[in-house]
């Protein structure tokens, strides 16, 4: 497959027009690079962040593919971050709780959404330190100053691909209005069982994170959505240890598990209006149902039998289970 030609100093997308389109649904075209497939906006930000991001040694960088869990973490690891989130209530002392004031998508800006995006006057080298970031882009997509052996770290989540299309059905149906209806559901299964969607295919894209988190655990922690919802306090144990913030006591993780809950979160007022300026969903779609197994509401057995033998085929000699 073709890298696009970004010799030139501005990236205009005509160098991308070599590279191979496909029509994700309606007016979304999906640009394929590298193996993976990108909106252009999306690739023109990787592209961006490829030749100027500067990685800190202690940054941290959020990695996953999209509806993988990933709202759940840009909450926690602000809060794990946070010395107060983990020790105080509400209000005492006057402590603002990061997620009362921010949407999760506000405690942790996007690479290639808004740190690179087109036009964008964003100041990362005035962020202060330990700068948080998220991203959807493949491990091989990544800027080579985050993948450098270094202090700065990579949170990568996944989830069960059943589960994460129909959520990514479920989001993409939540900007559509009621005369438009929803997105044809065979069609997208289809796509996402070919690999074509932003950020997908979806296997390599964990397969990716997967096999670098088992050469380098020191810098990539891989986590599970399921997991997390099966054993939270183990999990996040995990990751606070990882971030090197490790909690002193039991009433500290129950306390950042409580701030960032499903429940909590969906109903916080921050949470309940609005749209998020850089993505274009509403807050609320961010929290939907926050379930394992919803798949089933959606596809026929057909379907999962389709998916779950992509799923064993393209883990088969990794590993990993998903
Ligand atoms: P569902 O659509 O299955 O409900 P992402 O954050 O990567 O976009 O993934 C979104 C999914 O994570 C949605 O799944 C959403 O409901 C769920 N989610 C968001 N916040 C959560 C939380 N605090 N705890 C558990 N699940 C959460």
């Known amino acids: 497959s073709k890298s696009p030609n970004t010799s030139s100093s501005?990236?205009?997308?005509?160098?991308?027009?070599?590279?191979?389109r496909e029509t994700w649904?309606?007016?979304v075209d999906l640009y394929e690079c590298d193996g993976f497939w990108y909106g252009l906006s999306h690739l023109v930000a990787a592209m961006k962040a490829q030749s100027s991001f500067k990685a800190r040694d202690d940054d941290v960088l959020l990695a996953s593919s999209m509806k993988t869990?990933?709202?759940?973490?840009?909450a926690l690891i602000p809060c794990i971050m946070d010395p107060y989130a983990r020790l105080v209530n509400d209000y005492d002392d006057g402590y603002q709780d990061p997620v009362?004031?921010?949407?999760?998508?506000?405690?942790?800006?996007?690479?290639?959404?808004?740190?690179?995006?087109?036009?964008?006057t964003y100041d990362i080298s005035g962020m202060p330190s330990p700068r948080l970031f998220r991203t959807h882009l493949p491990y091989s997509k990544l800027p080579e100053s985050i993948k450098s052996p270094g202090n700065s770290k990579i949170v990568y989540i996944t989830r069960n691909p059943k589960d994460t299309f129909v959520s990514l059905w479920h989001?993409?149906?939540?900007?559509?209005?009621?005369?438009?209806?929803?997105?044809?559901?065979?069609?997208?299964?289809?796509?996402?069982?070919?690999?074509?969607?932003?950020?997908?295919?979806?296997?390599?894209?964990?397969?990716?994170?997967?096999?670098?988190?088992?050469?380098?655990?020191e810098k990539i922690l891989f986590l599970k959505y399921e997991e997390l919802k099966r054993d939270p306090r183990g999990e996040v144990k995990k990751l606070a240890l990882f971030l090197e913030r490790p909690f002193g006591k039991e009433e500290e993780v129950d306390k950042v598990l409580?701030?960032?809950?499903?429940?909590?979160?969906?109903?916080?007022?921050?949470?309940r209006n609005g749209v998020d300026p850089?993505?274009?969903?509403?807050?609320?779609?961010?929290?939907?149902?926050?379930?394992?197994?919803?798949?089933?509401n959606s596809l026929t057995e057909e379907m999962k039998e389709r998916l779950?033998?992509?799923?064993?085929?393209k883990m088969e000699g990794s590993g990993l289970d998903l």
């Not at 005509?14 to 191979?20: G, M, V």
């Open 278 to 296: 850089w993505a274009g969903f509403s807050k609320t779609a961010y929290f939907r149902l926050g379930v394992v197994g919803d798949w089933k």
């Open 100 to 120: 009362i004031q921010s949407h999760p998508n506000e405690l942790i800006p996007p690479l290639e959404i808004q740190i690179f995006a087109q036009n964008s």
């Open 69 to 74: 869990g990933t709202t759940w973490l840009k």
């Open 258 to 271: 409580w701030r960032c809950s499903f429940e909590r979160l969906k109903n916080l007022e921050v949470n």
């Open 308 to 313: 779950d033998q992509i799923t064993s085929k």
């Open 10 to 20: 501005s990236s205009s997308s005509a160098s991308f027009d070599e590279l191979p």
């Open 171 to 217: 989001f993409f149906n939540s900007i559509r209005t009621v005369e438009q209806g929803q997105l044809p559901l065979i069609q997208m299964f289809d796509k996402f069982c070919n690999g074509v969607h932003a950020f997908g295919p979806f296997h390599d894209h964990v397969l990716e994170y997967w096999k670098e988190s088992v050469k380098r655990p």
């Open 25 to 27: 649904w309606e007016n």
